[in-house]
């Protein structure tokens, strides 16, 4: 990883941050001088103390963040932390399969809430921030499950076409006040979610499949965040990167 300071200064939003994706993508913009706000329903001591092991500021907020009431509970401390926010990315998320004749109303809203919803709510909490600065980069985890014919996936393609869709519209509210937007789709990946949705026989079956024929980490999304959420991408918006080992072309 880059141990340069092309964050120096930020104040990042990391949502999901307990997790494999969360956790890594926190503690390598840290790395990278930003300072670390770690929301997850589940504790993130860990993140935080890997945040501040670099040299950087870190709070962790626990929250449902598919609960519009628990998104403004933590807002004021969200945007009291640093008195902004510069950086979002929107990693919290599910990766269930489902029969489509066993699903029910309430899983697959329940399903949306957590894929897509809370990617609303957090974004709408911190961009007044950004577009106050002049100053924003937000990214949105999308799926490469879209690029492929896999059963039992209906509500999760679902949500993370949507959230393709979100990046994409989002892009063009946000450009004029120095905000960009961007998603990652990543491959199905060994991390703490992925061993536990996915199972280790279907992540050396993806592998297979891909050109890079290695299972996936959390690693392999890193350096994209960061340079979706740098200077350096400033002139990119709307887009979706597929980081998955070439599964899916596009």
Known sequence: MSSTLSHSGRVAVVTGAAGGFGHAISTELARRGADIIAVDLNPADHTVAAV????????????????????????????????????????????????????????????????????????????????????????????????????????????????????????????????TVNAISPTASRTPGGEHFIGEDTLTMVAGMQAIKRVGTAADIVGVACFLSSEDSSFVTGQTIVADGGLVRV
């Open 52 to 179: 501040e092991e670099a040299g950087r500021k870190a709070v962790q907020l626990q929250a449902d963040i598919s609960d519009p009431a628990q998104v403004a509970a933590i807002t004021p401390e969200m945007l009291g932390f640093a008195g902004r926010v510069d950086i979002l990315v929107n990693n919290a998320g599910i990766f269930p399969f489902e029969n489509l004749f066993e699903l029910d109303f309430a899983r697959w809203k329940r399903i949306q809430e957590i894929n897509l919803d809370s990617q609303f709510l957090i974004t709408k909490a911190v961009i007044g921030s950004m577009r106050d600065n002049g100053w924003g980069r937000i990214v949105n985890l999308a799926s490469n499950s879209l690029g492929l014919a896999v059963p039992n996936m209906v509500p999760y393609m679902a949500s993370k076409g949507a959230v393709i869709g979100f990046t994409r519209a989002l892009a063009s509210d946000l450009a004029p006040y120095g905000i």
